[in-house]
């Protein structure tokens, strides 16, 4: 059964402070991960997309890794601001071709205070 | 670009009613996915539509369905509503098909039912 497993549930730092969000899945075959930034009441927001060869991939102060042989991911934010606080969801694709199984982690809420 | 739009934001409905939802995705993209996001099961996928054909589907029983239209609005429809179908309902667009592409998410529906 495809899964995708992401950790902590939810996260409190200081404004400034860099944080690491994980994601582990069990996702075959893999196809792609990505990371997605939700604000409270809205939609989510595309931050990386890694294929199987891609390791890392950073979006402004936002770095992705995939270790493909453990399966797993992590989201580093570098200097946090207040508007980092959201929900960061981890999203694996499954398959080839035109068919492919999407399988969403349940989020990591992330709040950065003053 | 506008980007992608989902009418209505709020619904309140009751149980046994049904309800259409609405997606009108960004200019020039063909590709319209739906999806469910409650707090417990985090983001869940519903079917995604191609060229006004449904390519994919998840696991959600008959009462879910929906349509693409020639110019590549979308709309979704649930019948016989239950409690547990409360929940926000995100529409998702990519101009293609490739798993790649980049996909943008509408605000989404809140849709309580009572």
């Known amino acids: 059964k495809n899964q995708v497993e992401q950790s902590p549930q939810s996260l409190i730092i200081l404004e400034g402070k860099n944080c690491t969000l994980q994601?582990?899945?069990?996702?075959?075959?893999?196809?792609?991960l990505r990371w997605y930034k939700q604000d409270t009441g809205r939609g989510p927001v595309s931050l990386t997309i890694m294929t199987f060869s891609e390791n890392t991939k950073s979006n402004g102060r936002y770095t992705a890794t995939l270790d493909a042989d453990t399966k797993q991911s992590s989201l580093h934010i570098t200097a946090s601001q207040l508007s980092d606080s959201a929900s960061y969801i981890c999203v694996v694709s499954a398959g080839s071709g035109g068919y492919q199984k999407v399988t969403f982690g349940i989020g990591t809420k992330l709040q950065v205070i003053p | 670009k506008a980007g992608v739009t989902q009418t209505p934001r709020y619904l309140i409905k009751t149980r046994g009613q049904q309800v259409t939802l609405s997606c009108s995705p960004i200019s020039g993209h063909r590709s319209v996915s739906w999806y469910q996001q409650t707090p417990g099961q985090g983001l869940q996928f519903l079917f995604e539509?191609?060229?006004?054909?449904?390519?994919n589907k998840g696991n959600f029983p008959g009462r879910f369905s929906g349509r693409q239209f020639s110019n590549s609005r979308s709309e979704m429809n649930v019948s016989t509503l239950e409690l547990g179908d409360s929940a926000l309902y995100l529409c998702a667009t990519r101009s293609g098909r490739k798993s790649t592409d980049t996909q943008y998410f509408g605000p989404g529906t809140r849709l309580t039912v009572l």
């Open positions: 994601c582990n899945y069990t996702v075959s075959p893999f196809s792609n």
């Open positions: 539509y191609f060229s006004e054909t449904q390519r």
